[in-house]
């Protein structure tokens, strides 16, 4: 099938390099998806015939660097610009249950402990997680490959089908089921019921992925302009509890309902380009009304000044709030900073502005501060105008906020589909790996 995407120059360069020198190479995955949904893709990776030492060869030592031990990729530099460019893989050999190593016979017998068994392109399309993202670009002969034959109609019919045995993609790595979730949340799709019925059934074994992958997928979420819908569909399908269980065992109070609204505004600004997608902006938006709420604040009013408890309680809602996924240092200092100059910028007066506008955390407080009026229904405006954005002269802006509103055509929250029967209970232990 003939597409003709507009790639950027320097990903069409590491494809077009590759196969001269030989090597059966395409753009894969969720580039592809976003492009035929008309969305602009936030990288393009790249998979080929050529080896991880063939890719180095091929771009040399100082633009290839291979890294990943379960998973090897080459990271290719072209132009400044990063690619990741993996080898076709076919379905692993080595699953938990063929590991000598004592950890790993723990696990699911069916569960993948190494990824890097080389195959064909078909092979490769086969062993991915959902049809949507195994779908194959050549963009120099514009080709669009669809192996399973499935992926072009669930992206039309938004639709996340797992390829193969549902059951099984989930045993050989439960990420999937988060990522299935993601989906869901981020294009509004609908899991396919055999997909559905295994990922309830499979939910469990979320709690033996390692803390460190579940805590990079959470950092995508956070960084994710729908990070609020994330939550949503997370409890709707009972993930919340085993992933994020400070929410699941808060959801529908004030406090959660509030943090919901606060993310909802930053998610409709980042959508609009008119603030950048922090990490520790967003930690502080949802972190905020439960540590109010914990200084037994009214509701929608602050602490009056910065006391010992307030610090302690600051410093325990952002290390809760996300656990057992552990967050970068930085980052939870960073919200904690963020949530402190809220209190200041509210107490400010007109001759204090500049002296705030000097500190490090001033851009995002102000963005969190804006956030704050946009969901209690407020206008913006003059807050605006007199908190002025930072490095520009303490002069009166009267610029426009643009907001994407709720329910609106595009944004509309919906209720998804529950598993047809009773749910299975899911019960909060995390006495195991996580």
Known sequence: MEYDFDIPGNAYSV?????????????????????????KPKDFDIS???????????????????????????????????????????????????????KFRKMPENMIVSDNSYGSSREDAFRRDFTINALFYDPVR???????????????????????????????????????LKLVAQFDFSLHD?????????????????SGRLSLELEKILKSSSSDRHLEVFFDY??????????AERWGSAACKRA???????????????????????????????????????????????????DEVLYRTVTELFAPQILMVKVREAAVRIM??????????????????????????????????LASGEDVAALESRFPKAGTSFEPNYSS???????????KRRRHRRHKGKRPELPVDFSGEC
């Open 401 to 411: 906020v643009g907001r994407r509103k709720k329910n609106s055509d595009g944004f």
């Open 260 to 310: 919901l609204d606060l993310l909802y505004e930053r998610n409709c600004r980042v959508d609009a380009e008119i603030y950048r997608d922090s990490i520790s902006l967003a930690l502080a938006a949802a972190a905020l009304p439960f540590a109010a709420e914990s200084l037994n604040c009214p509701a929608g009013k602050l602490w009056q000044k910065r006391t010992e408890q307030v």
């Open 48 to 102: 080929s015939s050529a080896t991880p030492e063939e890719v180095r060869q091929v771009f040399g030592r100082r633009r290839a660097r291979i890294i990943g031990k379960r998973f090897r990729l080459t990271h290719v530099t072209v132009n400044g610009e990063l690619f990741e460019v993996s080898t076709f893989r076919r379905t692993p050999s080595a699953h938990a249950g063929d590991s000598n190593d004592e």
């Open 15 to 39: 494809v077009s390099e590759l196969q001269r020198a030989g090597f059966e190479t395409y753009i894969v995955g969720g580039a592809i998806r976003d492009l035929l949904l008309q969305r």
């Open 340 to 373: 402190h100059m809220q209190v200041l910028l509210e107490q400010a007066q007109d001759q204090d502005i500049p002296a705030l506008m000097r500190h490090k955390s001033y851009p995002h407080a102000r963005e969190l501060m804006l956030i704050r009026h």
């Open 238 to 247: 009972g993930l919340l509890n085993f992933f994020l269980p400070f929410f």
């Open 194 to 210: 055999a997909t559905e019925n295994a990922l309830f059934d499979k939910l469990p074994l979320i709690r033996l992925v390692s």
């Open 142 to 180: 514009r080709e669009l490959i669809d192996h399973t034959g499935m992926g072009l109609q669930d992206i039309a019919n938004r639709t996340v089908r797992a390829i193969g045995e549902p059951a099984l993609r989930f045993e050989e790595d439960p990420v999937r089921m988060l990522r299935a």
